[in-house]
């Protein structure tokens, strides 16, 4: 098991807003990052830090966090948009070293 | 921009070693961190370690006996080594470059990935 935990599924409506959460405790002092991966391609990072996109991401994305959870939110979800969602960020034992949520699949309807 | 391509042999006999080497085009290998991570077919991500370019490395506690990363400056490749291989180690085998901010670290570029298989 991970300890970051993320939602196996959320699907959202096209062109509404949809929130994808990652739960642990290491959110509490450090920000994650989040990545999308579409079938057969590599991971992309989408959001870094507290709120920062890779040049090329669309602003529909944005990160955000409070407590032990971190959220990435799609604002109008597009079509493109339906893939698998990780989150990322250190683990608990306080060695920096690094761990990634189960991720999320993302469903747009 | 940097570009990572993995490469190695993509089927492994258990109980040998899994050698893999990312190579580093575009920009300059140099003063960053850089990762293995693995995704096991239908699961998720599992980031296998970190190393400088100095050589200081730092790997997940649960693979960490059996792993060793290198790195080559002059070649501007580093390398992952797994040793002990069993099915469960079946897997793409991602390479990605690390950054640092303020109580946050990010991966990217990433490699395009490369499938192990290990199985006599």
């Known amino acids: 098991s991970s300890e970051l935990t993320q939602d196996p599924a959320v699907s959202v409506a096209l062109g509404q807003t949809v929130r994808i959460t990652c739960q642990g405790d290491s959110l509490r002092s450090y920000y994650a990052s989040w990545y999308q991966q579409k079938p057969g391609q590599a991971p992309v990072l989408v959001i870094y830090?507290?709120?920062n996109r890779p040049s090329g991401i669309p602003d529909r994305f944005s990160g955000s966090s409070s407590g032990n959870t971190a959220s990435l939110t799609i604002t109008g979800a597009q079509a493109e948009d339906e893939a698998d969602y990780y989150c990322?960020?250190?683990?608990?034992?306080?060695?920096?070293?690094?761990?990634f949520g189960g991720g999320t699949k993302l469903t747009v309807l | 921009q940097v570009q990572l391509q993995e490469s190695g042999p993509g089927l492994v006999k258990p109980s040998e070693t899994l050698s893999l080497t990312c190579t580093v085009s575009?920009?300059?290998?140099?003063?960053?961190?850089w990762s293995w991570i693995r995704q096991p077919a239908g699961k998720g991500l599992e980031w296998i370690g970190r190393?400088?370019?100095?050589?200081?490395?730092n790997y997940n506690p649960s693979l960490k006996s059996r792993v060793t990363m290198s790195v080559d400056t002059s070649k501007n490749q580093f390398s992952l080594k797994l040793s002990s291989v069993t099915a469960a180690d079946t897997a793409v085998y991602y390479c990605?470059?690390?950054?640092?901010?303020?109580?946050?670290?990010?991966?990217?570029?990433w490699g395009q990935g490369t499938l192990v298989t290990v199985s006599s």
């Open positions: 990322n960020s250190r683990d608990s034992s306080g060695n920096h070293n690094w761990v």
């Open positions: 575009g920009g300059s290998i140099s003063s960053y961190y």
């Open positions: 990605a470059r690390v950054s640092f901010g303020v109580a946050t670290n990010w991966f990217d570029p």
């Open positions: 830090g507290k709120n």
């Open positions: 190393i400088y370019t100095s050589g200081s490395t």
